[in-house]
Nanobody, 115 residues
Framework: QVQLVESGGGLVQPGGSLRLSCTAS????????MVWYRQAPGKQRESVAR???????NYADSVKGRFSISRDNAKKAVYLQMNSLKLEDTAIYYC?????????WGQGTQVTVSS
């Protein structure tokens, strides 16, 4: 069982930045890919960004050019740098990983963008 702990959420004004972290309880080098999801109130959970084992990223259109995903195998962590935040980025952000046929979720971290 892989444990995932997210951190870095908080309250930020529009145009501001936050960096989310997701730390795993074990090595992430074997993970097929790691994903940041988010879920806003009343909306379905959506994929925001993912990073594959080779380090290649993929982004939702809504965050392209503003968000950047990265991973640090030595620290067993994946990060989401969020810049130029908008009101509509307000959501709970979750870390999700796939390893073989198993998948794991973190508990989420709240990001609130408000003036």
């Amino acid at each position: 069982q892989v444990q995932l702990v997210e951190s870095g959420g908080g309250l930020v004004q529009p145009g501001g930045s936050l960096r989310l972290s997701c730390t795993a309880s074990e090595s992430i080098s074997s993970f097929n890919y790691m994903v940041w999801y988010r879920q806003a109130p009343g909306k379905q959970r959506e994929s925001v960004a993912r990073i594959f084992s080779d380090g290649s990223p993929n982004y939702a259109d809504s965050v392209k050019g503003r968000f950047s995903i990265s991973r640090d195998n030595a620290k067993k962590a994946v990060y989401l740098q969020m810049n130029s935040l908008k009101l509509e980025d307000t959501a709970i952000y979750y870390c999700y990983v796939i390893r073989g046929i198993s998948s794991y979720w973190g508990q989420g971290t709240q990001v609130t963008v408000s003036s």
